[in-house]
Structure formats: structure tokens, C-alpha cells
């Protein structure tokens, strides 16, 4: 079975740009997660999805971060205007409720540079 | 606000050596509490998920355990290997259904052969 497909793998822009990331979930997994991690720390939400809804966004920095998720599949992060405090790995994890558990499974993430 | 730390940040130690990580949460009310692997330009690799009603769990070599009136967590690792190498992630999951995750900033360990 694959696993969370990201893409870019790394991206490196400047200041003021903006940028998109691509996540691509495990097949059959309806909750959709994007983390931002920063170096030294552990990750932090930003939106999580339930199908197509975002139930939980409280985290998005919503001035200039958005996402979507269309067909409750794939989702992409988008950020206009990065700026230099940006820089950071963005996680894009799933997970599908079995009754008992939920854990959420990972992808290797996209490594943002903003100079 | 649930606020999670772990001790110690960064850990050496030598090729077989049992070792213990431990993870602090500040509210009890938690969810779950799931213990993650970080390999160096990867995502995380869930290791261990421990259910708020469960005292630990264990896979192979792994050892986690859950003290939820004391807010604590531990990892322990059973005779560590080079390839244990990695930074270790614990995250408390929230009581609601959607298991939101508060990170701990993770111990980087290193196992020395």
C-alpha cells in the first residue's frame, strides 16, 4: 500500500513569493492533517480535514496560508506572501477511524526555504 | 492548553544498552498518547499508540507505558542498536474524535556502535 505522497520534496524561493504544496493521502483515508514543523521542534497543526470540510483550522495563520481539499482526496497548502519566518518542513499526514483507533500516517514532508 | 515536553533533549549511548525516554503532558484529559520515530529528512513513523483507558503497549523491542494522573509517558527501548538512531517524537491526542496532536519537541538519540 503507498503511503502519504508529497510533493515538492524541497523548495526554495524568495521573500514575498508565494507557493504550493501537494499532498496525496492513503487511499481510503477520509481525515487529512498538514503540520508545520520548525527545526528542533516537534510539529504543529495547521488544518485538519474530514473529507472535504476543514473542521479544525484555528492554527492557520489565515492572512496568507490556505488550503483545500477538493473531491476529499488530495489537498494542496498554499502560502501568499512568504516570508523568511515560513522556513520550515510542512507535514502532510492521514488517518481513518477503525472503531478503535486513528493513527495518523505521515508523509516525508515538504522542506520550505524562503530567503 | 495542552503543553507536552521531553526529557532528556538529546541522548548517547553505547550499542546495547537499554534506555528510557520519557514525555510529560500538563492535561490528563487526553485522547491517546502515541510515541513517533523522525529519521533525518523524513516524516514520522508511528511506533507505539496508547489508548487513554491502556497502561502501555509494546512492539518488539519497544516498551511504552501511560500514567495519565501523573501525565507522564516513557519509551523504553530494549537493547539499542545503531539503526535505533533517530529522533524520538511523543504526541498527546486530544479527547475528542479527529485526535488532534500536541508534539513534544522530541529526543534526538544517538546509539554508538
Known amino acids: 500500500e503507498a503511503g502519504v505522497v508529497q510533493s515538492p520534496r524541497y523548495k526554495i524561493i524568495e521573500k514575498k513569493q508565494p507557493v504550493a504544496f501537494w499532498c496525496n493521502p492513503i487511499?481510503?483515508?477520509?481525515?487529512l492533517y498538514w503540520y508545520r514543523q520548525n527545526l528542533g521542534q516537534g510539529p504543529e497543526l495547521l488544518i485538519r480535514?474530514?473529507?472535504?470540510?476543514?473542521?479544525?483550522d484555528s492554527q492557520l495563520p489565515k492572512d496568507r496560508f490556505s488550503a483545500e481539499r477538493l473531491k476529499g482526496v488530495d489537498s494542496t497548502l498554499k502560502i501568499q506572501p512568504a516570508e523568511l519566518g515560513d522556513s520550515a518542513v510542512y507535514l502532510c499526514?492521514?488517518?481513518?477511524?477503525?472503531?478503535?483507533?486513528?493513527?495518523?500516517?505521515f508523509g516525508p514532508g515538504t522542506r520550505l526555504t524562503v530567503l | 492548553k495542552q503543553e507536552v515536553t521531553q526529557i532528556p533533549a538529546a541522548l548517547s549511548v553505547p550499542e546495547g544498552e537499554n534506555l528510557v525516554l520519557n514525555c510529560s503532558f500538563t492535561?490528563?484529559?487526553?485522547?491517546?498518547l502515541q510515541w513517533f520515530r523522525q529519521d533525518p529528512g523524513k516524516g514520522l513513523t508511528s511506533l507505539l499508540l496508547?489508548?487513554?483507558?491502556?497502561r502501555e503497549q509494546t512492539s518488539g523491542r519497544l516498551n511504552a507505558s501511560l500514567d495519565k494522573s501523573s501525565g507522564r509517558s516513557t519509551l523504553y527501548i530494549a537493547a539499542s542498536q545503531p539503526g535505533d538512531s533517530a529522533t524520538y517524537l511523543c504526541?498527546?491526542?486530544?479527547?475528542?474524535?479527529?485526535?488532534?496532536?500536541?508534539f513534544g519537541a522530541g529526543t534526538i538519540l544517538r546509539v554508538k556502535s
Open positions: 492535561d490528563s484529559a487526553i485522547y491517546n
Open positions: 487511499s481510503g483515508h477520509n481525515t
Open positions: 504526541a498527546a491526542g486530544s479527547q475528542e474524535y479527529g485526535n488532534k496532536l500536541v
Open positions: 499526514a492521514s488517518s481513518s477511524w477503525t472503531g478503535r483507533t486513528d493513527t495518523q500516517y
Open positions: 480535514y474530514e473529507n472535504e470540510e476543514a473542521v479544525d
Open positions: 496508547i489508548q487513554s483507558s491502556q
